[in-house]
């Protein structure tokens, strides 16, 4: 299931001001390097810069409960890994992958 979707936003103060007036609550974490709100269950992330993994567009996250297996099946299915597994902090790990035609694909995993 999709629940998370990360933005790449150049400028974190003019982003943050449309996602609340769009989202209609402020954010849920507020931090130079990220500012995270939730809405019914979905977490939307705005990420300064795309971040330290480079984000040019929208990147969807499906939460899973075993992310290495996930990960191993769909690279067996044909998919490129872009960002192995890595820990970001407070009990989640993310990584992404590329499908054949370069779609950048995230997978989350809280313990």
């Known amino acids: 299931m999709i629940k998370t979707v990360l933005h790449p936003v150049s400028d974190l103060a003019a982003a943050k001001a449309v996602y609340t007036a769009l989202l209609g609550v402020e954010p849920q974490t507020d931090s130079t390097y990220y500012v995270g709100f939730e809405v019914d269950g979905q977490q939307i992330g705005l990420v300064p810069g795309g971040g330290p993994q480079g984000m040019t567009s929208p990147v969807a996250y499906w ?12 690279t067996a299915a044909g998919a490129t890994v872009k960002e192995p ?15 054949p035609d370069g779609n950048v694909l995230g997978l989350l995993q809280d313990s």
């Open 63 to 74: 939460h899973v409960p075993d992310i290495e297996a996930k990960l191993a099946e769909v």
């Open 85 to 99: 597994v890595r820990d970001v902090g407070g009990g989640r790990v993310v990584a992404t992958f590329t499908d």
